[in-house]
């Protein structure tokens, strides 16, 4: 009985969500086939924010900086980071080694623009997590400083918010900064990252 009440409940609502969708749809002209092919294909296509990207590709040195806590000097170490670009110059990947903490550090990123969307998305994994840390932001005229927002959950519940600005200072130079608030609380520098190309 329960079961039925359940279904006949979830059935209701399905179809006044329906109804209040079906009313807030704007009655236009279909787009027709071939007309939406082409959409697809010109969003499909890369522009000038993935050309920016795959002039990073190559190989790099890092120097970080790491804050543990506000007011206290940065730990510092030195890593490298490999670029290539993927799927025909539409994404840009990295595979980062440093230190991190004092321990060895590895860690994967796709870093994105999407033309559907108008926005810069990056996905990151690395050896300290089993999860996929996502950020997403817009970048500056030129499209040389990104800066990007996410958030993660923390053990023991709540979550941190983070801001990351990544400035493209030229194709040999980079520089990543990483800044956090746990729990709503005022926002710190935690990461410096200085990239410099392999001569």
Same mark, same amino acid.
């Given at each position: 009985m329960r079961v039925i009440s359940l279904a006949i409940t979830a059935l209701c609502v399905l179809l006044t969500v329906s109804t209040?969708?079906?009313?807030?749809?704007?009655?236009?002209?279909?787009?027709?086939?071939?007309?939406?092919?082409?959409?697809?294909?010109?969003?499909?296509?890369?522009?000038?924010?993935?050309?920016?990207?795959?002039?990073? %590709?190559?190989?790099? *040195?890092?120097? $970080?900086?790491?804050? @543990?806590?506000? /007011?206290?000097?940065?730990?510092?170490?030195?890593?490298?980071?490999e670029m290539k670009m993927l799927l025909d110059g539409r994404f840009l990947y990295q595979e980062y080694n440093a230190q991190m903490m004092g321990q060895p550090f590895s860690g994967?990123?796709?870093?994105?623009?999407?033309?559907?969307?108008?926005?810069?998305?990056? %996905?990151?994994?690395? *050896?300290?997590? $089993?999860?996929?840390? @996502?950020?997403? /932001?817009t970048a500056s005229a030129d499209g040389k400083t990104i800066t990007l927002k996410g958030q993660h959950g923390e053990p023991g519940g709540g979550h941190m918010t983070h801001r990351a600005v990544w400035k493209i200072i030229d194709n040999n130079t980079q520089q990543f900064d990483m800044y956090g608030a746990h729990h709503g609380a005022k926002e710190t520098k935690m990461l410096e990252i200085t990239y410099s190309r392999k001569q």
């Amino acid at each position: 009985m329960r079961v039925i009440s359940l279904a006949i409940t979830a059935l209701c609502v399905l179809l006044t969500v329906s109804t209040a969708l079906a009313k807030d749809k704007k009655p236009g002209k279909q787009m027709d086939q071939q007309a939406m092919m082409e959409l697809w294909k010109q969003l499909g296509t890369p522009g000038e924010p993935h050309k920016l990207f795959a002039g990073l %590709a190559g190989s790099w *040195t890092t120097t $970080t900086k790491e804050w @543990m806590e506000p /007011g206290k000097s940065p730990t510092e170490s030195t890593g490298t980071a490999e670029m290539k670009m993927l799927l025909d110059g539409r994404f840009l990947y990295q595979e980062y080694n440093a230190q991190m903490m004092g321990q060895p550090f590895s860690g994967v990123g796709i870093d994105a623009y999407d033309n559907l969307r108008k926005k810069y998305v990056t %996905a990151w994994m690395d *050896t300290m997590g $089993t999860g996929i840390f @996502m950020m997403e /932001g817009t970048a500056s005229a030129d499209g040389k400083t990104i800066t990007l927002k996410g958030q993660h959950g923390e053990p023991g519940g709540g979550h941190m918010t983070h801001r990351a600005v990544w400035k493209i200072i030229d194709n040999n130079t980079q520089q990543f900064d990483m800044y956090g608030a746990h729990h709503g609380a005022k926002e710190t520098k935690m990461l410096e990252i200085t990239y410099s190309r392999k001569q």
